[in-house]
């Protein structure tokens, strides 16, 4: 089980971190990754971080603004957002990935455990 925290309603400008605690049966030992979902809107891949955070990739509209992390120890993924802008309003979820799967962190069938979401607003 996977639970995200850290949502809220923001200005433009804002910054955010998210966090997302991964439950102690939970195994969490290779990629694990941020997607959101705008209202209207399938879900995207927002950033994603391996085992021992090498390599990291982002999305293209993210990259500069948002950060990525984990720690291991506490099983926690963090999500720094910076510079918020309206286009981020959505959802935001964590998942853990699938050990063995192929180069592609973007596909949501390769996530076999997500959490409930956490809401961000982002207000002009």
């Known amino acids: 089980q996977l639970v995200e925290s850290g949502g809220a309603s923001v200005e433009v400008g804002s910054s955010l971190t998210l966090s997302c605690t991964a439950s102690?049966?939970?195994?969490?030992?290779?990629?694990m990754g941020w997607f959101r979902q705008a209202p209207g809107k399938g879900r995207e891949f927002v950033a994603g971080i391996s085992w021992i955070s090498r390599p990291i990739r982002y999305a293209d509209f993210v990259k500069g603004r948002f950060t990525i992390s984990r720690d291991n120890a506490q099983k926690k993924l963090f999500l720094q957002m910076s510079n918020l802008i309206p286009e981020d309003t959505a959802v935001y979820y964590c998942?853990?990935?699938?050990?063995?799967?192929?180069?592609?962190?973007?596909?949501?069938?390769?996530?076999?455990?997500w959490g409930q979401g956490t809401r961000v607003t982002v207000s002009p």
């Open positions: 998942g853990a990935r699938k050990p063995g799967t192929g180069p592609n962190w973007s596909f949501q069938s390769e996530y076999y455990v």
């Open positions: 102690e049966s939970t195994p969490v030992g290779s990629v």
